[in-house]
């Protein structure tokens, strides 16, 4: 049988298993076991990635990676994304959570994202193999990286994204650890079976997943990709909560083109941020309101497709035109320029009821917001003096919280920053009077 457009494959000896052809000839790199993935992982074939630079696949030799990824096997095995449909529901933790539930999306204007940007914490763990070269990933390729993540999510004018939604969410390098440590954000492993993809290296290297998005970078499994689930599955702040993504394609131009422009990083956190494929139950599902938010992908406005398209060439597989230029496709990267409005309210009211910690309101006023200070009493740097402001001028004075989730007690310096208006150094009713002024109470 013929997998290939293109480039030269052979089949492996009849009557051997892979495993035992590997054996045989000392080439193998990995473990037997390596197609399932990480532990809690089950890939749909089994990848072998082999010291000599073959990749073995289903009793196929494909002389390098670069071949079998580009291969029409690699496009009818599944492999794109080994990230599931998501079919059941786990605990949520908003209150409004059903409106972005496995099986439905309801998107309110309440999620629009003109609301308020917000900022996610990420640490990129990159795994090598033993020799500490094979899988190497630079800071600066990480960074760029990150870089494509925002121009996508934030349709920055002048990238590739600039004709998509701005969803407004901010990623960025975190700056400080879960032990309270400077960091850049980047953490380097050697361990060949962890590079493998195989094990539970989740267990060693996670950074607390309620407070960072963990992403991974090393063999994945065969596949550009994954996440182990939906947010909504129920998976939020257990350590294999995480993206994974193939080391040669992560970050911009790299050299493993038509996956070398950051797209499968932007496709896998967007499963990270609950969407589903484009394509996800196959067929011509209802593309009208209401039907459409409880099948296909559960949005109304990507338009229906009956499978996963690949290159960039246009289709009309239900009578409209194939959602080819939308990130959570199979499309190259070139041709990858969108999150739909739906999609983008989907993932933010995602991150409202599933992952409510692991993000921050970005400042909209004060230093580093280029839009001039904020108002007195304005701590959290969100342009209004609210119920939050006033929680701290409370910490400050030593009173009682009043919040369902007390706030540590900032430092004297902090709330006489914040909170002195008359600047004697006292935290006193005069400085109350002074925030209820700024917040418009009097």
């Known amino acids: 049988m013929h997998y290939m457009k ?32 990480a532990a809690d992982v089950e890939m749909p074939v089994q990848v072998e990635f082999a010291e000599n630079g073959e990749v073995h696949v289903d009793g196929l030799v494909f002389n390098s990676p670069l071949e079998y990824f580009q291969s029409e096997f ?28 496995i099986g439905f999306t309801n998107p309110d204007a309440v999620y629009d994202p ?17 020799n500490g070269v094979t899988g190497n990933i630079s800071e600066a390729m990480v960074q760029s990286q990150i870089d494509v993540l925002n121009e996508d999510f934030q349709a920055l004018p002048g990238s590739n994204g600039a004709p998509g939604t701005d969803v407004q969410i901010e990623f960025f390098l975190a700056t400080e650890d879960p032990g309270g440590n400077p960091t850049n954000g980047i953490t380097y492993t050697n361990n060949s079976t962890w ?7 989740y267990n060693t290297l996670a950074w607390d997943t309620d407070r960072y998005l963990n992403i991974y970078t090393n063999q994945a499994g065969g596949a550009l990709g994954y996440v ?25 131009n790299s050299p493993f083109t038509p996956y070398h422009l950051g797209r499968t990083t932007t496709h896998e956190v967007g499963h ?45 597989s239900c009578g409209t035109a194939d959602p080819v230029h939308n990130y959570m ?71 009682p919280d009043t919040s369902a989730t007390p706030t540590p007690p ?12 008359d600047g004697d150094n006292d935290i006193d009713l005069q400085d109350f009077e002074a925030l209820q002024i700024s917040s418009g109470q009097f």
Request: with cysteine; proline share 4%.
């Open 228 to 252: 182990p689930s939906l947010p909504q599955g129920g998976i939020v702040g257990l350590n294999q909560d995480r993206v994974v993504i193939y080391y040669q394609s992560f970050g911009r």
């Open 6 to 37: 293109t480039g030269k494959f052979r089949r492996l000896p009849s009557g051997k298993s892979l495993w035992a052809h590997c054996l045989v000839a000392g080439v193998c790199l990995c473990a037997a076991n390596f197609s399932r993935g």
């Open 195 to 201: 590079f493998n993809d195989s094990g539970t290296y």
């Open 329 to 399: 496709d199979y499309t190259d990267d070139i041709c990858m320029w969108e999150f739909t409005a739906e999609q983008a309210r989907r993932i933010r009211c995602t991150l409202e009821n599933y992952r409510p910690n692991l993000y921050t309101v970005a400042a909209i006023c004060g230093p580093g917001s280029g839009a001039g200070d904020c108002p007195f009493g304005d701590f959290d740097h969100d342009g209004d003096v609210d119920k939050a402001d006033h929680i701290l001028f409370v910490d400050c004075l030593g009173g």
């Open 410 to 421: 900032l430092s004297r310096a902090e709330c006489y920053a914040a909170f002195d208006s």
């Open 114 to 130: 003109s609301v308020v940007k917000y900022r996610i914490p990420v640490v990129v763990h990159v795994i090598r193999a033993a």
């Open 272 to 316: 990270y941020l609950g969407l589903e494929h484009t394509f996800a139950s196959g067929g011509c599902p209802t593309a009208t309101s209401p039907a459409c938010h409880s099948n296909g992908d559960w949005i109304c406005d990507t338009p229906a497709e009956t499978t996963a398209r690949f290159g960039c060439s246009n289709n009309f």
């Open 74 to 101: 690699f496009q009818t095995s599944g492999m794109r994304c080994a990230t599931l449909r998501g079919t059941q529901q786990g605990v949520a933790r908003g209150s409004s959570a059903a409106d972005c539930q």
